[in-house]
């Protein structure tokens, strides 16, 4: 068994693969954290939807779990990311800056990188007054005025929900239309403004966020909703890896956070193709960790 460097190597060092890690040290395996620094909600200023943490800074969550991992002198944190992975023997190969490792077991927390509308400003107040989640902020903006940023093709499915939280909605369809007949008209006879127009610019006015579109029009509401372009799931170490994919993006795992390939386990958001909660990447992460080291207690058993 000490023919490898680490028994298990962690491939993220967010919320999920810290929660992995510390189950980890707990069970007294070598293992082994790898961060690439570029967490998804690190320009959020609170989390919410988290019980007992409701409110909490993200950035200071996630240092309040690193600085847990001291006390495991088993488990070692490398801030750096794996630019390769191969299977080797009965383990797995990894190259990260100069190193090149081998272990028994690894537990993927690559999370996703969410890719946004190309409008100046709008990179700057994400996750910040320009949000993305009910669920995660429809509380704190509950009942405001909100525009809501998204191509037209959406903009019914985004409704449903964001009208429950905030029912006076602007559409900012950014060039785009909702092309269903019948859909378009519900939406405006619930008395919702759908511009077309597209817009060029997110400025935040004290409690205000202006949008100022292509035509000259500026419109403003204390909240504004988007959704990404694009969602891109941080797949390609698992790709390489061989596991199973989603049509998503996602990796493909059982009920113990398994991938299709033996020994290698995923957790967090790229485990999911949408349910992405920081109190469910904390919960996979400690059960891809536990499901792993009860992997290796057979074999070593045996």
Same mark, same amino acid.
């Given at each position: 068994m000490n023919a490898f460097d680490y028994e298990v190597a962690v491939i993220g060092g967010s919320h999920a693969g810290l929660a992995a890690a510390h189950t980890l040290g707990r069970s007294k395996r070598r293992t082994i954290v790898f961060d690439a620094g570029t967490p998804r909600n690190s320009a959020a200023q609170s989390l919410h939807n988290f019980s007992t943490g409701d409110g909490a800074s993200p950035n200071a969550l996630r240092s309040i779990a690193l600085a847990h991992l001291n006390m495991f002198e088993n488990v070692r944190y490398l801030p750096q990311p794996v630019s390769s992975v191969n299977a080797a023997a009965t383990g797995f190969q990894l190259t990260a800056g100069n190193e090149i @490792?081998?272990?028994?077991?690894? $537990?993927?927390?690559?999370?996703?990188?969410?890719?946004?509308?190309?409008?100046?400003?709008?990179?700057?107040?994400?996750?910040?007054?320009?949000?993305?989640?009910? #669920?995660?902020? =429809?509380?704190?903006?509950?009942?405001? !005025?909100?525009?809501?940023?998204?191509?037209?093709? $959406?903009?019914?499915?985004?409704?449903?929900?964001?009208?429950?939280? *905030?029912?006076?909605?602007t559409?900012?369809? *950014?060039?785009?239309?909702?092309?269903?007949? &019948?859909?378009?008209? #519900?939406?405006?006879?619930?008395?919702?403004?759908?511009? &077309?127009?597209?817009?060029?610019? @997110?400025?935040?006015?004290?409690?205000?966020?202006?949008? @100022?579109?292509?035509? =000259?029009?500026?419109?403003?509401?204390?909240?504004?909703?988007?959704? !990404?372009?694009?969602?891109?799931?941080? *797949?390609?170490?698992?790709?390489? @890896?061989?596991? &199973? $994919?989603?049509?998503?993006?996602?990796?493909?795992?059982?009920?113990?956070?398994?991938?299709?390939?033996? =020994?290698?386990?995923?957790?967090?958001d790229v485990a999911h193709p949408g349910y992405h909660l920081v109190a469910e990447a904390i919960a996979t992460g400690h059960k891809a960790a536990a499901f792993c080291n009860n992997q290796l207690c057979k074999e070593d058993y045996r």
């Open positions: @490792l081998t272990v028994r077991k690894i $537990i993927l927390a690559t999370g996703v990188t969410d890719k946004l509308f190309a409008i100046e400003g709008l990179a700057a107040l994400w996750g910040r007054t320009v949000l993305h989640c009910t #669920y995660c902020h =429809g509380w704190e903006a509950r009942d405001q !005025p909100a525009l809501v940023l998204v191509k037209g093709a $959406i903009a019914w499915d985004v409704a449903i929900t964001i009208s429950h939280w *905030n029912p006076q909605l559409f900012l369809l *950014n060039g785009s239309t909702v092309e269903d007949a &019948e859909k378009k008209t #519900y939406l405006q006879q619930r008395g919702w403004r759908l511009i &077309e127009t597209p817009v060029i610019k @997110l400025t935040r006015r004290e409690e205000m966020t202006e949008a @100022l579109l292509a035509d =000259g029009q500026v419109v403003a509401a204390p909240v504004v909703y988007t959704k !990404p372009v694009q969602v891109k799931f941080n *797949n390609e170490l698992a790709v390489k @890896l061989g596991c &199973e $994919i989603s049509k998503s993006g996602s990796v493909l795992t059982d009920g113990a956070m398994q991938t299709s390939v033996q =020994g290698v386990f995923a957790a967090g």
